[in-house]
């Protein structure tokens, strides 16, 4: 998955729409698998326990919950998917810390697959670096995510 460094804003904002499948752009729309771009960045979201994200820091790289080893990855969502997510999984948690992260960085270790709930979200068979983090949202309780992220 390339950059789109150099691009001009129209083509960039063109590509919004595409699908990625296997870390790679299809060229096909799909809503189940809408990206959220970032200047020339893709982003993606991981949900986190304050401290989680409080030994993510001091670690310099997060590898994953409990429920992201025993699946052998680590479960993150699409800017569409993050606020369902949150609710579903974290519905009961008073604080959050949601995570954009650069897909870039990710590249080759990402993939998008399908749930059992269905659509395609976003599973990292690695650690995630710090470096992969370009911004960090404390959010107070899983009904505040939608809210509190930047959209689309």
């Not at 129209?10 to 752009?25: I, K, W």
């Not at 395609?120 to 995630?128: E, I, T």
């Given at each position: 998955m390339g950059h789109a460094t150099g691009a001009a804003p129209?083509?960039?904002?063109?590509?919004?729409?595409?699908?990625?499948?296997?870390?790679?752009?299809t060229g096909a729309a799909d809503s189940s698998c809408a990206v959220d771009w970032h200047g020339d960045a893709v982003l993606i979201y991981k949900i986190l326990l304050p401290s989680e994200w409080s030994e993510f820091e001091a670690a310099g790289r997060f590898d994953g919950s409990p429920f992201d080893r025993s699946s052998g990855f680590i479960h993150?969502?699409?800017r569409e998917q993050v606020g369902a997510t949150a609710l579903r999984v974290f519905g009961e948690e008073p604080a959050l810390v949601v995570v954009s992260l650069d897909a870039g960085v990710l590249d080759e270790w990402l993939?998008?697959?399908?749930?059992?709930?269905?659509?395609?979200?976003?599973?990292?068979?690695?650690?995630?670096?710090?470096?992969?983090?370009?911004a960090v949202h404390h959010i107070a309780g899983a009904s505040q995510v939608d809210s509190v992220l930047p959209g689309e």
């Open positions: 129209s083509e960039v904002a063109g590509r919004r729409s595409r699908a990625f499948r296997g870390g790679h752009a993150c969502s699409s993939r998008w697959e399908p749930a059992p709930n269905g659509g395609l979200f976003p599973h990292v068979y690695a650690s995630l670096p710090l470096s992969a983090v370009v």
